[in-house]
C-alpha cells in the first residue's frame, strides 16, 4: 500500500513539473492514442499520427513534444517546420517505417515509370520526399482511386496494401513491408475469440492481414474506432489493434465494453513521464530535417489532404 501511494505521489509530481515546464516553453504535447495512460494526463492533444500533427500546426506554440514515435515527429516537423520539435526518446522507432529505404523505392521508380508513389503516413520523412502523394489508413482507398494513374506502387504496408487493392481496379505494386504487431495477429485466435462471445463486434486495423480482415464487422483506423463504436448499437467490441487503444476507447465510450485482441508496441510504449520532463528540461530529442525534404514531403502530404 505504502509502495503504490509513493508510486502514485512520484506520478503526480511528474506530471506537476511537465506541465510547469510545458507552460515555461510555450509548447504543446501530443499523445498518440497508443500510448501508456499516463501520457493521456500530460496532453494537449490524444489521437491518431496525422491528425495530432495537423492540430500543432494551428497552435500558437514554439515547442512540439510527440509522445509517439520518430516518423510521427517528423510529419509533425514538416507541417511546422518553424516550431521547435522533440521526441522524448530515440528508441521510440518503428520497424514498417525502417521496412522502406530510399534506394529500393527510386529503383521501384525507374522499374515503374508510369506508377504514382503513394506512401502511407508510417514513413520516414525522405520516403515521403520521394513520394507523389501520402495517405492514412482511413483515406488510402479514395486517395489511390482519386489519382490519373493505373498503377501504383504502394508502400511501405503490404497488409494495408493488399486491402486497397481489393477495393479497386488498378494495379498496386506491393512492396515488402508490415507492421508486426497487427501482422502476427490470428485469425484462428480471433475466430476462437468472436465464438466465445458471438454477440461482439470486430473493429480490425487495415494493417492486419487479409484474412483477419475478412472476419472483422467494420476495418478503420484508430481515428474511425471510437466512431464506429459510439454509433453502432452493439455493447460489445473485440478491439483489433495495438493494445493502448483499448484503454482509450474505455475513456472514449465509457458506457460500452471493449475486449482487446492485440499485441504490445514496444516503440510505443518507450516514452515516459521522466523522459518528457528531460525532453522539455534539455531539448531531447530535436527532429532536425533538411529544408529539400521539408519541401518535397510536404508537397505529398498537402496533396493527400486535397484529395481526401
Not at 526518446?89 to 530510399?102: I, K, P, Q, W
Not at 522499374?111 to 488510402?140: F, G, Q, R
Not at 479497386?168 to 484462428?188: D, F, N, P, Q, V
Not at 452493439?234 to 484503454?247: N, P, R
Request: charged residues 25%.
Amino acid at each position: 500500500m505504502q509502495l503504490q501511494q509513493a508510486v502514485t505521489e512520484n506520478t503526480e509530481n511528474l506530471i506537476e513539473r511537465v506541465l510547469k515546464l510545458k507552460k515555461q516553453r510555450n509548447a504543446v504535447i501530443l499523445v498518440h492514442n497508443y500510448q501508456i495512460p499516463d501520457m493521456y494526463k500530460i496532453a494537449d492533444f490524444i489521437g491518431d499520427s496525422l491528425e495530432l500533427s495537423k492540430q500543432a500546426a494551428k497552435t500558437d506554440a514554439d515547442v512540439i513534444v510527440f509522445c509517439g514515435v520518430k516518423f510521427m515527429a517528423e510529419t509533425a516537423k514538416i507541417l511546422s517546420p518553424d516550431k521547435t520539435v522533440l521526441i522524448p526518446t530515440l528508441e521510440a522507432g518503428c520497424s514498417l517505417a525502417d521496412m522502406a529505404s530510399v534506394e529500393q523505392l527510386m529503383k521501384l521508380k525507374k522499374e515503374h515509370p508510369k506508377a504514382a508513389v503513394v506512401s502511407y503516413v508510417n514513413t520516414n520523412a525522405d520516403i515521403k520526399a520521394l513520394s507523389d502523394v501520402c495517405c492514412t489508413s482511413m483515406n488510402a482507398v479514395k486517395i489511390v482511386n482519386s489519382l490519373p494513374n493505373e498503377e501504383i506502387i504502394f508502400l511501405p504496408d503490404k497488409n494495408l496494401g493488399k486491402y486497397v487493392q481489393s477495393k479497386t481496379k488498378k494495379k498496386i505494386i506491393l512492396w515488402e513491408g508490415y507492421c508486426a504487431i497487427h501482422h502476427e495477429l490470428s485469425a484462428k485466435m480471433l475466430t476462437e475469440l468472436k465464438k466465445q462471445n458471438p454477440d461482439t463486434k470486430i473493429i480490425a486495423h487495415p494493417e492486419c492481414q487479409d484474412d483477419v480482415l475478412g472476419i472483422a464487422d467494420h476495418i478503420c483506423g484508430t481515428g474511425g474506432m471510437a466512431k464506429f463504436a459510439k454509433s453502432n448499437n452493439a455493447q460489445d467490441f473485440i478491439v483489433v489493434t495495438e493494445c493502448g487503444m483499448t484503454e482509450k476507447l474505455r475513456e472514449d465510450a465509457p458506457d460500452k465494453n471493449f475486449h482487446s485482441f492485440c499485441n504490445i508496441c514496444p516503440y510505443m510504449k518507450a516514452t515516459t513521464l521522466p523522459l518528457v520532463v528531460n525532453s522539455l528540461e534539455n531539448n531531447q530529442h530535436e527532429i532536425i530535417l533538411p529544408q529539400e525534404i521539408i519541401t518535397k514531403a510536404r508537397k505529398a502530404l498537402d496533396r493527400m489532404l486535397e484529395f481526401a
